[in-house]
C-alpha cells in the first residue's frame, strides 16, 4: 500500500538552531514528491516539488532533497516566522497525491 | 487575485441535514479536489475533476457527491450530514496532476 510517513511530528527548536524533517514514503512510480507549509486555520502553501532521486531545491532558509525512498527538508537558523506545520506528499502513478500527517515545527525566540 | 475561494468558512450541522460547500478559482485550472483534514491524519482526498463536467472519486468519496458544471467552479455536497463528517474541508486546483495546487482558506464543518 502506497503510503507517505513524516517525522518527528512535532519538533521544537531554538532561533538559529538548524534541523531536518523527514519524510519517508512508500509510493510505486512516484511522479512527484511535493513539500507544503501550512500555518493555523489556512490551507497548505506550496514550497517545493522534486522529481528524481539527488535532486534538491532551496528557498531562504529552506532546503528540500530527495532520495530514492524519503525526502529531507532542511532548515538552516531557523526563525520564529518558520514555525508552522510542513507536509510533503507523494504523487503515484495515477497522479493522486498521497499526504503524510504532517510535522508541527515550533522556533523559540 | 483571489486564488481559490471557499464558501462558507465556518458551518454547524445537525445530523441528518443537507448542505453544499462551494470552491471557485480564477486561474483558470483544469485540475480541482477535495480534501478533508482530520488531527493527527494527512489529507484525505474525498474528490476531484481533472476538467469540466468530469468528476471521480478519491479515497474517502462515501457521504459526498460533487459537481462541476462550470470550469471554475468544483462543488461538495453532504446529503444526510453525519458526526463523522466533521473535519475541516480544503478545496485545491492545479495546472496539472503534477503541478503544485493552490489551497483555499478551508471550512470547518462541525455536525452535531
Known amino acids: 500500500e502506497d503510503q507517505v510517513t513524516q517525522s518527528p511530528e512535532a519538533l521544537r527548536l531554538q532561533e538559529g538552531e538548524s534541523s531536518s524533517l523527514n519524510c519517508s514514503y512508500t509510493?510505486?512510480?512516484?511522479?512527484?514528491l511535493f513539500w507544503y507549509r501550512q500555518d493555523p486555520g489556512k490551507g497548505p502553501e506550496f514550497l517545493f516539488t522534486?522529481?528524481?532521486?539527488?535532486e534538491e531545491k532551496e528557498k531562504e532558509r529552506l532546503k528540500a532533497t530527495l532520495t530514492k525512498k524519503e525526502s529531507f527538508l532542511h532548515i538552516t537558523a531557523p526563525k520564529p516566522e518558520d514555525s508552522a506545520t510542513y507536509l510533503c506528499?507523494?504523487?503515484?502513478?495515477?497522479?493522486?497525491?498521497?499526504w503524510g500527517a504532517g510535522t508541527k515545527l515550533i522556533i523559540k525566540p | 487575485n483571489a486564488g481559490v475561494t471557499q464558501t462558507p468558512k465556518f458551518r454547524v450541522l445537525k445530523t441528518g441535514q443537507s448542505m453544499t460547500l462551494l470552491c471557485a478559482q480564477d486561474?483558470?485550472?483544469?485540475?480541482m479536489y477535495w480534501y478533508r483534514q482530520d488531527p493527527g491524519m494527512g489529507l484525505r482526498l474525498i474528490h476531484y475533476?481533472?476538467?469540466?463536467?468530469?468528476?471521480a472519486k478519491g479515497e474517502v468519496p462515501d457521504g459526498y457527491n460533487v459537481s462541476r458544471l462550470k470550469k471554475q467552479n468544483f462543488l461538495l455536497g453532504l446529503e444526510s450530514a453525519a458526526p463523522s463528517q466533521t473535519s475541516v474541508y480544503f478545496c485545491?486546483?492545479?495546472?496539472?496532476?503534477?503541478?503544485?495546487?493552490?489551497f483555499g482558506q478551508g471550512t470547518r464543518l462541525t455536525v452535531v
Open positions: 485545491a486546483s492545479s495546472y496539472a496532476g503534477t503541478t503544485e495546487a493552490f
Open positions: 486561474m483558470n485550472h483544469e485540475y
Open positions: 475533476s481533472v476538467g469540466e463536467g468530469t468528476t
Open positions: 509510493v510505486s512510480g512516484l511522479r512527484g
Open positions: 522534486l522529481y528524481s532521486a539527488g
Open positions: 506528499a507523494s504523487a503515484d502513478s495515477n497522479y493522486q497525491l498521497i
